[in-house]
């Protein structure tokens, strides 16, 4: 193990002192204790390359400070830049000050930005990672807290970021844990984000083989976003004349290019195709960004489990299975193959905070499980997103053990636009005698324990 401090890096140097010494520690690689007491400042992002481990002293504060020049990320593994996968990072014990300062993404990657990453803390292109006892308290409105994409094999533990985006945010990887963290956030403690904006992941693709576990949204003054956002996408290959706007993904020669524009909802007629091999090149006044090799034309998440989460915040949807369709983004191209995502279950799931759609789905779903969670008071919405051209397969539900209202005045599930469902139910709790257990026509009912019936709703819902 290497100390920081004998490259010179201690609380009380200056940002750009203390910056250059870290990194000189970094690139020694193996295990190096970031020593000291107190806050230590630094300017530029921390690079940090494969077989690395950062262990910070208790008691030790990093501070951001700006750049001269365009600002970096906090952290970010070397990677990113080139492409290349990093592997056996850890990072343990950080506390992390943004203190104001943020990194503003660009359509065009430099030393200091990869387009579509957003984090302070940056991964992506990486394999064994694993960071614990992470704090950040004063998250600011534009980077999320933790980015990660391209990956496999994570772990983010004991994690607690408050402040006004999201916590930690992953883009498209496979098998990964996120374990007992604590969140107050205005935007989304945690977002599986298989498809995003165009500043908002690097790359697209599916999230899969997940466990999220004991963690609190804790209730805050305000809101926007949900306890988790799941969000899928798809696109097509790309044909003359077709109308793009800022965010759209297009398929060419076994590539994935993004539209990386103004977020104001303008169209663009696309003539030229886009071939280049790397970067960012304006065709036909449109910015096309390459950002992946392949043909891959949707994406979502499957085979995800949460289990004992505390929802103690107010709002209005705690977990979305989403499709963006607004000028930032829109999920679904007209006419594409929609994403079916597919076993996904939720364990213990608590709610202290008024949450009227517990569960908000307007993705395509095979099947969701829920065991043991309380659905007074709550509703779960089916929702077509009214793109033309794109169908919805039927969604199983399957509730165990799960605790009922005690009178009729919340429907179970709600309906709207075209879609279908079976919902089964057993070793359920009734909280009285008065449930009327009524589901829309266009849901099947399986075997249940709790006299489920067809039906329209027509009780006036109780305000909140």
Not at 197 to 205: A, D, F, V
Not at 257 to 279: A, I, L, N
Request: with cysteine.
């Amino acid at each position: 193990m290497i100390k920081a401090s004998s490259f010179g890096f201690a609380p009380g140097n200056s940002a750009n002192a203390n910056s250059a010494a870290l990194q000189r520690a970094v690139d020694c690689g193996g295990e190096i204790f970031v020593d000291g007491q107190g806050i230590a400042d630094i300017s530029e992002q921390i690079v940090l390359g494969s077989n690395t481990t950062l262990r910070f002293e208790n008691g030790l504060y990093l501070r951001r400070q700006p750049c001269d020049g365009e600002t970096g990320y906090a952290m970010i593994n070397r990677g990113a830049f080139t492409g290349e996968t990093d592997h056996h990072i850890r990072i343990y014990g950080l506390r992390l000050m943004t203190n104001g300062v943020e990194h503003q993404v660009g359509a065009v990657q430099t030393e200091r930005n990869v387009p579509g990453l957003n984090g302070m803390v940056n991964f992506f292109h990486i394999r064994d990672l694993e960071i614990r006892d992470y704090e950040n308290l004063d998250l600011q409105p534009s980077n999320f807290s933790i980015h990660v994409c391209a990956f496999e094999d994570i772990k983010l533990e004991n994690i607690r970021v408050e402040g006004r985006k999201d916590g930690i945010h992953l883009g498209r990887g496979r098998r990964f844990s996120i374990r007992h963290c604590i969140f107050r956030t205005y935007d989304d403690p945690i977002a599986l984000n298989a498809h995003d904006y165009s500043i908002s992941n690097p790359e697209l693709g599916w999230i899969e083989d997940g466990v999220i576990e004991d963690c609190y949204d804790l209730n805050d003054a305000d809101t926007v976003g949900f306890f988790c956002r799941i969000l899928a996408g798809s696109w097509v290959d790309w044909f003359p004349g077709m109308r793009v706007q800022h965010s759209d993904t297009v398929v060419h020669n076994h590539r994935l290019y993004r539209v990386f524009m103004t977020p104001d909802g303008r169209e663009y007629t696309s003539v030229t195709p886009p071939t280049h091999e790397q970067g960012t090149v304006v065709l036909d006044g449109i910015a096309w960004v390459m950002v992946q090799e392949g043909d891959l034309h949707n994406c979502g998440c499957r085979n995800i489990a949460f289990r004992n989460i505390f929802l103690e915040k107010d709002r209005p949807v705690g977990f979305a299975f989403h499709f963006d369709k607004d000028r930032h983004s829109r999920s679904v191209y007209p006419g594409s193959e929609m994403p079916v995502q597919e076993n996904i279950t939720f364990e213990n799931i608590h709610r202290r905070g008024k949450i009227r759609w517990l569960m908000f789905v307007k993705t395509p779903i095979r099947q969701v499980r829920m065991s043991h969670c309380d659905l007074t008071n709550t509703m779960m919405l089916l929702k077509n997103v009214g793109t033309e051209g794109v169908t919805y397969d039927r969604t199983d539900i399957f509730l165990n053990g799960c605790t009922f209202p005690a009178d009729g005045t919340w429907p179970l599930i709600r309906v709207e636009g075209e879609r279908t469902g079976r919902i089964t139910t057993w070793g359920s709790h009734i909280t009285g005698k008065e449930y009327d257990p009524i589901v829309p026509p266009c849901i099947d009912i399986g075997p249940n324990d709790i006299g489920l019936r067809q039906g329209e709703w027509t009780r006036k819902r109780p305000a909140q």
